[in-house]
């Protein structure tokens, strides 16, 4: 399956990346289907490679490609090298076209050989440099500048950055500048709001249960990629003036 990038889809008139933890059943094929023309693609998490085994996963993505969508997976790698890689290869059978991992995991025997093989794959990499939930503040978020700036240094796609705490998006694209893509979880069941974290530089947001668990997904997806237009548009004013 031809490999997509991030980047070949930010013309899209929103920038919404629907986050599935859940079976893919008939009823989720459907509602991404009829929104493929608003969104960048999907993210398939843990709970998925649960539920639906790696040939129906695959067959999902294939339906994804028919229709111009991107193919995140997020297992939120975390591992030595070796095991990274062995999963990393598998993803990339599947089809998808991006993989996530954290970058608290370092560089030595563990991100540096994972990354020459995404690049030997032609794969995205989105390194999570900050979460999203309160513990995060803990341990993980405390180590933020020393995760963003390996992000920089191992030439990762980009970062994975919280819409709950808009102030790691905008240091994260203070520091990253354009050549680095930000991905923003966080919207709608976490408490951010739709297009706050494109309003702080990022370049998608990734929004899971306030569409998938809506009584209307369709509608709420149009509704969430309005908006999006809208802030969008606010961004290209600025640029200009
Ligand atoms: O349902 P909701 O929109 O809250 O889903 C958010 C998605 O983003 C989940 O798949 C979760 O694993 C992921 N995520 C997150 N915070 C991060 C990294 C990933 O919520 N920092």
């Known amino acids: ?4 990038h991030l980047n070949d889809f930010l013309k899209k008139p929103s920038r919404v990346i629907v986050a599935i933890d859940r079976k893919i ?17 999907v ?16 067959h999902f993505i294939s339906t994804l490609k028919e229709k111009n969508l991107y193919a995140l997976a997020d297992l939120k790698l975390a591992d030595i090298s070796h095991v990274m890689i062995k999963i990393c290869e598998k993803l990339h059978t599947i089809g998808f076209d991006g993989i996530i991992a954290h970058a608290f995991v370092g560089r030595k025997g563990a991100l540096e050989q994972l990354v020459k093989v ?4 032609s794969l995205d990499i989105f390194l999570v440099i900050a979460m999203s939930h309160p513990g995060a503040e803990e341990i993980l978020n405390t180590n933020f500048e020393k995760m963003l700036s390996l992000t920089k240094t191992l030439h ?7 819409a709950t705490m808009p102030y790691y998006i905008s240091k994260a694209r203070e520091y990253l500048g354009k050549q680095f893509y930000l991905l923003s979880p966080g919207i709608g069941a976490q408490g951010a709001a739709p297009g706050s974290a494109l309003k702080h530089g990022a370049d998608a947001e990734i929004v ?7 009584p209307n997904p369709i ?9 999006h237009m809208c802030v969008l548009n606010e961004r290209k004013k600025e640029t200009h003036t």
């Open 1 to 4: 399956m031809k490999k997509a």
């Open 25 to 41: 059943t008939d009823e989720i094929v459907k509602i991404i289907s009829s929104v493929s023309d608003i969104i960048i693609g």
């Open 43 to 58: 993210k398939i998490g843990l709970i998925t490679f649960l539920e639906n085994n790696p040939s129906e996963i695959k």
């Open 118 to 121: 995404v690049r030997k794959y």
């Open 156 to 162: 990762a796609t980009g970062a994975i950055v919280p």
């Open 208 to 214: 899971g249960r306030a569409i998938l668990n809506s």
């Open 219 to 227: 509608e709420t997806t149009r509704k969430i990629a309005k908006i």
